[in-house]
């Protein structure tokens, strides 16, 4: 799989490129509790790599962390990252709980907030907006971006709602997902211009450049960074060649691994992070996806880290 080169990173580091988060996967031990050392070492495999991560989202099932665990998990990926390039989901069903993490997080040096909408019971557009502002009133120096994934959530905020929300409530942008994903044009036809948005459907990227996004929010590129990141690094440097081979990887890791938790999971196991377990109740991966994920590790690229050699 293609490897990732000093002119990329320096690109990168230009802010000249579109934008490669991470979704990363909790990892647990075979017990089920949070294992920290697999956690801290991925981390540390994809700053290498990646532009920063988002912690806690939907691949880091969020649903199944008690509140000292995301504490855990931010200080960690902050802790390796930097402040500027971790993004905390602090997301709740509750606005209470909700805003008691965006203010721990802050609290641990986070300056880069994501929020699902409030989930479970229904919410209107009010009902979103009041969520919202909560948040932003709590940690008024940090940028906070709503995180908006109806299938997920059972709350669709439409992007003419979602103007007048992120208007009232000082919102710096949002990470689009599932059917919201769908209608990214849409959602920046009404945003203003300072909005950034970010697309969680991983394949992406070219149109989300195309179309004024800053970037992708990857679950699959915590597993093999590498593709994502030199698709926006081709598609910064107008290289349509490279950016057809790196969307061509990018397109069969999604196919090998199904854009699941699950089998993101396997992936990052498979590479020597963690084991794959979780907590949540998933479908388990076929015996025709596990051979194409393996297939995927064996040639993968691995950064180097302390007594493993790259390969």
């Known amino acids: 799989m293609t490897d990732v080169s000093a002119a990329a990173a320096g690109r990168r580091a230009e802010g000249r490129r579109a934008e490669v988060l991470a979704a990363t996967p909790s990892l647990f031990t075979s017990s089920g509790e949070l294992d920290v050392p697999a956690n801290a070492a991925l981390f540390e495999r994809l700053a290498e790599v990646v532009d920063g991560v988002f912690v806690a989202g939907t691949t880091g099932e969020f649903p199944a962390l008690h509140r000292a665990e995301r504490h855990q998990l931010a200080e960690l990926a902050l802790g390796t990252f930097g402040p500027d390039r971790v993004v905390v989901h602090v997301g709740a069903a509750s606005t209470r709980d909700a805003v008691a993490f965006a203010r721990s997080s802050v609290d641990v040096g986070a300056r880069r907030l994501a929020a699902l909408t409030p989930y479970y019971l229904p919410a209107d557009t009010d009902a979103v907006l009041a969520h919202f502002a909560a948040i932003t009133k709590a940690v008024p120096a940090a940028a906070v971006y709503g995180y908006l994934f109806p299938e997920r959530s059972g709350v669709d ?57 800053a970037g992708i929010v990857s679950g699959l590129s915590s597993a093999f960074p590498a593709p994502f990141v030199a698709l926006a690094d081709a598609l910064a440097a107008g290289d349509q060649d490279a950016q057809r081979r790196a969307q061509a990887e990018v397109d069969e890791v ?48 691995r950064p180097l880290r302390a007594g493993v050699p790259s390969n």
């Not at 699950?262 to 388990?284: C, D, F, N, T």
């Not at 025709?288 to 995927?296: D, H, Q």
């Open 254 to 301: 999604l196919a090998a691994l199904g854009g699941t938790v699950q089998g993101i999971k396997l992936a990052v196991h498979l590479l020597g992070w963690g084991e794959a377990s979780s907590r949540m109740a998933h479908p388990a991966v076929s015996e025709a996806a596990r051979a194409r994920i393996a297939t995927l590790a064996a040639r993968s690229p």
């Open 157 to 213: 905020v439409a992007p003419a709602d979602y103007a007048r929300v992120v208007a009232d409530t000082g919102l710096a942008g949002a990470k689009l997902s599932g059917s919201a994903a769908e209608r990214f044009a849409e959602y920046r036809a009404v945003l203003p211009a300072r909005t950034q948005l970010w697309s969680g459907a991983d394949t992406t990227l070219a149109e989300v450049v195309r179309g004024g996004g």
